[in-house]
C-alpha cells in the first residue's frame, strides 16, 4: 500500500506556496522582494463557477426569488443584458471623461427602467461574488510568508467593485484584511493596469521602494505582466485559470458541456502544484492526470464507499490489490475528511489466486477455460495448477503459447494442443488436479481467517466489473463450510451484477455499465487497462498463498516488467491523485453547506475520466497508450495498452476503425479503440464532438485552418476582416498559441483604440515591412502618449489569416493586388470545408 501522509491545505501554511509550479520561481529569492503585489480575481481570488459571467446568472436566480428583477427575465436574458449595460457604461465613461473605467452603480444605471431594483442589484451581485469565491490557499500562504518577513504586500485590480466591496469580499472569503497593507482599484484610480498607470501609483505609494524591488503576480499578460514592465516590475504570470487549446478543462468541455463547474479552478490550483514533487515535464503530465482526473474520480468512489459504511454501520473495508495500492490510503484519507472512523484493511486475492481454489471438479469446461487464454505458454499452465512435476512430459515445448501448440505435430501425429488436453483428463492428473484444489482452498481460507478473523464477513472494495473475484471469494468461503455475508462494493458494475444478486449476492456499483448503465459507465468497463495500471505499485497480482516458515500464510505475487521511467510516470499520477484529496478537502472547509460531496454527483465525478478514455488528446492517446498492461491471469504476457494495428485497419477511415474494434481480441484486439484511432488520427474524435457542441457551426472550419497554420511552423501571422466574426478567429488564434500583433480591419481607421493586445495596420504597411525588417506601428495608447509596438525579427510577416465566410475571394484577390510586384509572395490561410 501507498505510504503517503494526508496533509492539511491552509493558507497560514508559509511553505506551500512552494509547491505551485508558477510561484515557485521565488523559492530562494523571496527575501530579497521588497513589495509583493497581487491580482485579485483568478489570482488571490478563485470563483466556484466555471466562468466568471455565470456570476450574473446567479445573480438573477437571487434576483427572482427575492423579486427585485422582472419576471420575464430569464436568468440567461439577464446575463446578456448585463454584458451590455457594462460595455455601455465604460462607452459613456469614455465620452464623458476620457477614461473608460466604471463602477457597479454606473453600470446598473444602465439597466432599462422598470426592469430591476437597480440598488438591490448591485447589492446582490456583490453578495453573490462573495457567495462563489475563495481564498488561492499558494497565493495567501506566499502573503503569510512575506509578511513574516515584513514584506508589504498591496492589492491591485482592474475592477468595476469598489475598495470597500472588495474588502467585504475578501473578508468573507476568511482572509485577515491586516495582511493587506494597500488595496488599488481601477474603478476609483480612473485607469487600469495595462497601461501601467495602477502600478505607477503604487510606486508613488512605496517611493524608497525600487521598481526592480516590487513583483507583481497576475493572470492577464496584457495587465498584469506588459502593464508591471511599462514601470520597470517584475511580473510573474499566474497561468492558473486561463484556458488554452491544451487544456484537459477545454477537451472537457467540447465532450461534455461544463464538468464540475464549482470545481474547475479547484482541480486547475491542484494541477499546479507539482512542484512538491521536484520532477521533469513528463511526470509532470502524469501528475496532472493523478490530480484532474483520477484523483477526481476515485474520490467519488471513496466518498461512496463510505456513504455506505455509514448508512450501514459498516467499520472495516477490504480494497483488493493491485488497485487497493492507490485506493487504500486514499480511502484512509477520505475517511479522516469526514471524521469517519473507518478501518481499511487490503486484501491481496485476483482472479489467477482464487482460481484453483473455487473449482468444484476440473472439466472440460475448466480445461477450455485456461487452454484459451491468451498468450498463456504451456510451463505456465502446469505452474497454475500447481503440478510443475508433471511438466516434464511436455519439457520441449514449455515455453510455447498454447495457443501456438494447435500447429505443433508431435510424434503420434496429433498436435501437442490435444496432446495436453488428453493429458489433463486422464485419470491420475484428474485426481492430481483436485488434490491441488483442495490445497489452494486450505490456504486461501487460512490467509483469510489469520488477516481478517471472520472470512464470511468481508466488506470489499473494487474497480468493477463483473463480479467474478468476489463470486470466487464467496464460493470458496462456502465450500469451506462457512455461509458468506459479505458485501461487494465496486465502482462500475456490469450486467451481471444482477445475475449474482440474484444468487443472493450483496453486491452494488457507484456507477453501472452495460443496459440501463451510464454512458460513463459503459466506457470505464471497455478500457479500464490504463486506469488499472495508474493504480497499482510495483509488483504483480496474487499468483497464490503459500506457508512462511514460522506458519503465517503469505501472499505470492507476480512480478511486474517495467521501465523505470513507466514507475516513475505512475508514481506521479498517484501523488497528484492524493494531493486532490488535500484540495478537496480545503474547499469543502472554505463553502462549507454550498457544496456537494463528491459521492452526491458520481455521474459527473466520472467525466472527466470519461473523457480522456472516449476523446484523448493526442498527447493522453501517446503517453497512456504505451503503459504497459500484464493480465497476470494464469500468464506473464504483457504488452502496450495501444498494441500495434496493421495499416490496412485504418484504410477505410477512423469511422470504419471504430467499429472494427467491435471484433474479438482473436480477430482485433482494440483495449483502447478511442486511443489507437486518436494515435492514428489524432484530432479526428476532437472535432467530431467540436462539431456536434457547436451545432455544425464554423468552429471546426476555424480550428483547422488554425491547425494548418500550425503545421506549416507558422507561430506570428496577421489577421484580415472586419465584426464579429474577424473578432472571433483572432480569439481562436490566441486560444491556440498563434500571435496576432496586427490586424488589417478594413473598416475600422488606424487612429482606433484596440481593445486587445494587437494594433491596427494596412497591407501596405505590412508588405513594406516585409519579413527581413521590423514593423513599426505608432497607436495611441489609453494614456495618450504614443508608443511603438513591433514584432520580432523572421516571424511570418507575410502571412494572412482570412476572417471571413462571405468575402473570401474578394479579401484574397486585394492582399495579392496590394503584394503585386513587391517581390514577395504572401501566404494565405482561408476557411474551407
Known amino acids: 500500500m501507498l505510504?503517503?501522509?494526508?496533509?492539511?491545505?491552509?493558507?497560514?501554511?508559509?511553505?506551500?506556496?512552494?509547491?505551485?509550479?508558477?510561484?515557485?520561481?521565488?523559492?530562494?529569492?523571496?527575501?530579497?522582494?521588497?513589495?509583493?503585489?497581487?491580482?485579485?480575481?483568478?489570482?488571490?481570488?478563485?470563483?466556484?463557477?466555471?466562468n466568471p459571467s455565470d456570476v450574473f446568472v446567479r445573480v438573477?436566480?437571487?434576483?427572482?426569488?427575492?423579486?427585485?428583477?422582472?419576471?420575464?427575465?430569464?436568468?440567461?436574458?439577464?446575463?446578456?443584458?448585463?454584458?451590455?449595460?457594462?460595455?455601455?457604461?465604460?462607452?459613456?465613461?469614455?465620452?464623458?471623461?476620457?477614461?473608460?473605467?466604471?463602477?457597479?452603480?454606473?453600470?446598473?444605471?444602465?439597466?432599462?427602467?422598470?426592469?430591476c431594483n437597480r440598488d438591490k442589484m448591485a447589492q446582490i451581485e456583490v453578495e453573490i461574488e462573495a457567495e462563489v469565491c475563495y481564498v488561492n490557499p499558494h497565493v495567501a500562504s506566499l502573503i503569510a510568508a512575506c509578511k513574516s518577513l515584513q514584506i508589504p504586500v498591496a492589492l491591485l485590480s482592474d475592477?468595476?467593485?469598489?475598495?470597500?466591496?472588495?474588502?467585504?469580499?475578501?473578508?468573507?472569503?476568511?482572509l485577515d484584511l491586516s495582511s493587506m497593507d494597500t488595496l488599488l482599484v481601477s474603478s476609483e484610480e480612473h485607469e487600469g493596469k495595462s497601461s501601467g498607470h495602477l502600478f505607477a501609483r503604487l510606486k508613488e505609494i512605496y517611493p524608497q521602494i525600487a521598481s526592480h524591488a516590487i513583483v507583481h503576480i497576475g493572470d492577464n499578460i496584457a495587465a498584469d505582466v506588459e502593464g508591471a514592465s511599462k514601470e520597470g516590475i517584475r511580473s510573474i504570470h499566474y497561468n492558473v485559470v486561463p484556458e488554452h487549446f491544451e487544456s484537459l478543462h477545454h477537451w472537457e468541455y467540447v465532450r461534455h458541456g461544463h464538468v464540475l463547474p464549482e470545481w474547475k479552478s479547484l482541480r486547475k490550483l491542484a494541477e499546479a502544484s507539482d512542484m512538491t514533487v521536484g520532477m521533469g515535464e513528463l511526470n509532470r503530465v502524469f501528475y496532472k492526470m493523478g490530480a484532474s482526473v483520477v484523483g477526481p474520480f476515485l474520490q467519488a468512489l471513496c466518498e461512496w464507499v463510505i456513504d455506505q459504511c455509514v448508512d450501514e454501520g459498516i467499520r472495516i473495508v477490504h480494497p483488493l490489490m493491485r488497485e487497493a495500492y492507490l485506493l487504500a490510503p486514499m480511502l484512509e484519507n477520505a475517511a479522516r475528511i469526514r471524521g469517519i472512523d473507518l478501518q481499511i484493511k487490503p486484501i491481496y486475492v485476483s482472479r489467477q489466486a482464487s482460481f484453483m481454489a473455487g473449482l468444484e471438479s476440473f472439466g472440460d469446461d475448466e480445461l477450455a477455460l485456461l487452454l484459451g487464454i491468451q498468450g498463456l505458454k504451456l510451463g505456465e499452465l502446469f505452474e497454475v495448477l500447481d503440478m510443475s512435476d508433471e511438466s516434464v512430459h511436455f519439457e520441449a515445448f514449455l515455453e510455447k503459447r498454447i495457443e501456438n501448440c494447435k500447429f505443433i505435430i508431435g510424434e503420434n501425429g496429433s498436435s501437442i494442443y490435444d496432446?495436453?488436453?488428453?493429458?489433463?483428463?486422464?485419470?491420475?492428473?484428474?485426481?492430481?488436479?483436485?488434490?491441488?484444489?483442495?490445497?489452494?482452498?486450505?490456504?486461501?481460507?487460512?490467509y483469510l481467517k489469520q488477516e481478517f478473523g471472520s472470512p464470511e464477513r468481508l466488506v470489499t472494495v473494487d474497480i468493477g466489473f463483473h463480479g467474478t473475484i468476489q463470486k470466487s471469494l464467496e464460493k470458496i468461503v462456502s465450500l469451506a463450510g462457512y455461509k458468506p455475508q459479505m458485501t461487494h462494493l465496486l465502482a462500475v458494475g456490469a450486467n451481471r451484477l444482477d445475475e449474482l444478486s440474484m444468487r443472493g449476492m450483496d453486491i452494488r456499483s457507484m456507477l453501472r455499465s452495460g443496459s440501463g448503465g451510464t454512458e460513463?459507465?459503459?466506457?470505464?468497463?471497455?478500457?479500464?487497462?490504463?486506469?488499472?495500471?495508474?493504480?497499482?505499485?510495483?509488483?504483480?497480482?496474487?499468483?497464490?498463498?503459500?506457508?512462511?516458515?514460522?506458519?503465517?500464510?503469505?501472499?505470492?505475487?507476480?512480478?511486474?516488467?517495467?521501465?523505470?521511467?513507466?514507475?516513475?510516470?505512475?508514481?506521479?499520477?498517484?501523488?497528484?491523485?492524493?494531493?486532490?484529496?488535500?484540495?478537496?478537502?480545503?474547499?469543502?472547509?472554505?463553502?462549507?453547506?454550498?457544496?456537494?460531496?463528491?459521492?452526491?454527483?458520481?455521474?459527473?465525478?466520472?467525466?472527466?475520466?470519461?473523457r480522456v478514455?472516449?476523446?484523448?488528446?493526442?498527447?493522453?492517446?501517446?503517453?497512456?497508450?504505451?503503459?504497459?498492461?500484464?493480465?497476470?491471469?494464469?500468464?506473464?504476457?504483457?504488452?502496450?495498452?495501444?498494441?500495434?494495428?496493421?495499416?490496412?485497419?485504418?484504410?477505410?477511415?477512423?469511422?470504419?476503425?471504430?467499429?472494427?474494434?467491435?471484433?474479438?481480441?482473436?480477430?482485433?484486439?482494440?483495449?483502447?479503440?478511442?486511443?489507437?484511432?486518436?494515435?492514428?488520427?489524432?484530432?479526428?474524435?476532437?472535432?467530431?464532438?467540436?462539431?456536434?457542441?457547436?451545432?455544425?457551426?464554423?468552429?471546426?472550419?476555424?480550428?483547422?485552418?488554425?491547425?494548418?497554420?500550425?503545421?506549416?511552423?507558422?507561430?506570428?501571422?496577421?489577421?484580415?476582416?472586419?465584426?464579429?466574426?474577424?473578432?472571433?478567429?483572432?480569439?481562436?488564434?490566441?486560444?491556440?498559441?498563434?500571435?496576432?500583433?496586427?490586424?488589417?480591419?478594413?473598416?475600422?481607421?488606424?487612429?482606433?483604440?484596440?481593445?486587445?493586445?494587437?494594433?491596427?495596420?494596412?497591407?501596405?504597411?505590412?508588405?513594406?515591412?516585409?519579413?527581413?525588417?521590423?514593423?513599426?506601428?505608432?497607436?495611441?495608447?489609453?494614456?495618450?502618449?504614443?508608443?511603438?509596438?513591433?514584432?520580432?525579427?523572421?516571424?511570418?510577416?507575410?502571412?494572412?489569416?482570412?476572417?471571413?465566410?462571405?468575402?473570401?475571394q474578394e479579401y484574397k484577390n486585394h492582399i495579392l493586388h496590394v503584394y503585386e510586384g513587391s517581390g514577395v509572395t504572401p501566404i494565405l490561410y482561408e476557411l474551407r470545408p
Open 60 to 115: 438573477a436566480e437571487k434576483a427572482h426569488r427575492i423579486g427585485c428583477l422582472k419576471a420575464s427575465i430569464t436568468p440567461a436574458a439577464f446575463k446578456e443584458m448585463r454584458f451590455r449595460a457594462q460595455n455601455n457604461a465604460s462607452d459613456r465613461q469614455a465620452a464623458l471623461t476620457g477614461f473608460g473605467e466604471v463602477t457597479l452603480e454606473l453600470i446598473y444605471a444602465e439597466m432599462p427602467d422598470g426592469t
Open 159 to 174: 475592477m468595476y467593485l469598489s475598495s470597500k466591496q472588495l474588502r467585504w469580499i475578501l473578508a468573507s472569503s476568511g
Open 3 to 50: 505510504e503517503v501522509p494526508h496533509t492539511m491545505i491552509s493558507f497560514s501554511d508559509l511553505h506551500l506556496w512552494k509547491k505551485d509550479r508558477y510561484l515557485g520561481a521565488l523559492v530562494g529569492e523571496i527575501d530579497a522582494i521588497g513589495l509583493l503585489s497581487l491580482d485579485i480575481f483568478d489570482t488571490l481570488l478563485f470563483r466556484t463557477c466555471a
Open 613 to 808: 478514455l472516449d476523446m484523448p488528446t493526442p498527447e493522453e492517446a501517446r503517453l497512456l497508450g504505451d503503459l504497459t498492461h500484464q493480465d497476470n491471469f494464469c500468464t506473464e504476457y504483457i504488452a502496450p495498452i495501444c498494441e500495434d494495428v496493421a495499416e490496412e485497419w485504418f484504410e477505410q477511415g477512423p469511422e470504419a476503425f471504430l467499429n472494427t474494434c467491435n471484433y474479438g481480441p482473436s480477430v482485433l484486439n482494440a483495449n483502447w479503440p478511442q486511443g489507437l484511432v486518436t494515435r492514428r488520427f489524432p484530432y479526428y474524435l476532437y472535432t467530431f464532438y467540436l462539431r456536434l457542441q457547436d451545432g455544425f457551426g464554423s468552429q471546426v472550419m476555424l480550428f483547422e485552418t488554425i491547425q494548418r497554420v500550425k503545421e506549416d511552423g507558422v507561430d506570428a501571422i496577421h489577421l484580415y476582416g472586419t465584426g464579429a466574426f474577424a473578432e472571433q478567429v483572432l480569439k481562436m488564434a490566441w486560444f491556440h498559441g498563434l500571435e496576432i500583433r496586427y490586424w488589417i480591419d478594413p473598416q475600422v481607421g488606424l487612429d482606433a483604440a484596440p481593445w486587445g493586445r494587437f494594433a491596427y495596420v494596412t497591407l501596405e504597411q505590412v508588405r513594406d515591412g516585409g519579413t527581413e525588417t521590423e514593423i513599426e506601428e505608432e497607436t495611441k495608447a489609453e494614456t495618450g502618449t504614443r508608443t511603438r509596438t513591433r514584432t520580432e525579427k523572421g516571424t511570418a510577416t507575410n502571412a494572412f489569416l482570412i476572417a471571413t465566410l462571405s468575402d473570401m
Open 520 to 610: 460513463e459507465g459503459k466506457r470505464i468497463a471497455r478500457t479500464p487497462a490504463f486506469l488499472e495500471e495508474l493504480m497499482m505499485g510495483d509488483f504483480g497480482s496474487t499468483l497464490r498463498y503459500a506457508e512462511g516458515e514460522l506458519g503465517q500464510i503469505i501472499p505470492i505475487t507476480a512480478d511486474l516488467k517495467r521501465t523505470d521511467e513507466e514507475y516513475a510516470m505512475k508514481r506521479a499520477c498517484q501523488k497528484g491523485a492524493l494531493a486532490f484529496q488535500g484540495y478537496y478537502a480545503y474547499l469543502l472547509r472554505q463553502k462549507e453547506g454550498r457544496l456537494q460531496r463528491a459521492s452526491l454527483q458520481p455521474v459527473e465525478w466520472s467525466k472527466p475520466l470519461h
Open 419 to 446: 496432446q495436453i488436453g488428453d493429458f489433463l483428463r486422464s485419470g491420475p492428473i484428474q485426481t492430481k488436479i483436485l488434490a491441488s484444489v483442495q490445497r489452494h482452498r486450505q490456504l486461501f481460507v487460512s
